[in-house]
């Protein structure tokens, strides 16, 4: 196949900043993608943590005025990854999460914030930056969403687009009177442009313009294709249907390899697995749980949030934790739930014990160290963690809900006898079938030869980037055949 360049646009990349998922897949898929003859350049605005990660800073563009102050595009390097930056101080340069503000809120001008990082894809997506000519703009969620729009309303020739949904119950909505300030033309505020519900909608944007549409499972796919999964947008995704596709994200399998982990108390295979024994113990030691090779130790590693279902695992926890069952979780989020797992930890002293943070080392040894790793999600685009659990022998139990249903085999019966099963899978997304699903982990449990078959099915899972990158590639080729 013909080599490709592509302009990533995201405003996140794993590790120079990350709130979520999207930020391991900006991260992890430009490698994955390299094998595939296609070239990635990341865009990222520049928020101090970006900023700070910069090597080799080249001006590439200045803008007198962007969307109210003076920026300039730069290139550069961070962590070995080529990039290209907005340095837009007046945008970007404060401090909190890149959405909100330190105290929770989202920023007020979010609309021009984001609208300037697709109005600068656009402009390299129309050749501004000489020796950079991409062939395909690949938006990921709204903050990206109006780069499409930009190109699609410029009057010069523009390369492929594609837009990728990472989580649809995010759709940057903003007031109409933005769409002169943005730079958008009148013609645009149409049910065909960017108009959503009598506002401008940037994922709608994206969703209406770009050549193509992905997400991040194949069921996924489907479900924000019906009324309770599109969150508004699915009557627009039917629409399109035929350029709707789902792709499974991967993990890094050299961030996330157990063989190799240095956040882990003890490496280990899937062929000596005994050791995970030892990062059982400091993961007990370090949440102050009881120091017990023998109980089932759950783990959680997750945004705190409504779509996560994590108070179903709160309702769950007396019956959960029977039989002196335990359980470590890692999550940072609404405060509610914050406050209602540190209060469990008090409730079941040695039983619960929860970090309230966010911390990557923790996370890696929870995945090492739990034997079955909890994802209850009400909706789930994807889900990196479960893939995280596979691959580190940590059992997971999820719900059969988008990517989490493609990548867990339930160990039913006859995916038991086969020898295939991955872990536990629950419909409907309930107390009832949570603990349905956990009371046959716990059966398991009991059989420990069983329970190592199925660890070591997951430990030999598919969970990188390969696939998925080899079905991008063929994508954009798809993309450009028709432009
Ligand atoms: P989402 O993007 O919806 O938050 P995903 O499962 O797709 O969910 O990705 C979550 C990513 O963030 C995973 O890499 C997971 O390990 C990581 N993560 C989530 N919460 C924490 C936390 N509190 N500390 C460290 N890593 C976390």
Redesign the pocket.
Known sequence: MKSLSVLSVTSELFPII?????A?VAGTLPFALAREGVKVVSLLPGYPAVMRALKRIETIREYPDLFGGAARLVSATAHHVELFVLDAPHLYDRPGSPYLTPDGRDWPDNARRFAALGRIAADIGQGEVPGFIPDIVHAHDWQAGLAPAYLHYGDVPRPGTVMTI??IAFQGVFPADLLYELGLPPGAFTMDGVEYYGQIGFLKAGLRLADRITTVSPTYAKEIQTPEGGMGLDGLLRSRSKDVFGIL?G?DESVWDPSSDKALAATFTRDALGQRSVNKAALQTRLGLDEDPDTLLFGV???LSE??GLDLVLAALPSLLGGRAQLAL???GERMLEESFQAASIVYPGQVGCVL????E??HLIQGGSDALLVPSRF???????L?AMRYGSVPIVSRVGGLADTVIDANEMATASGVATGFQFSPVNLTGLLDAANRAKMLWSDREGWRQVQQNGMAAQVGWSGPARRYAKLYHSCLDET
């Open positions: 990350k709130t979520g998922g999207l391991d990472h989580n994200n993990i590693v997750s945004r779509q996560k890692l999550g940072a943070g966010y911390d990557e923790l996370a789930e685009p994807c889900g990196l963690t479960q995280c």
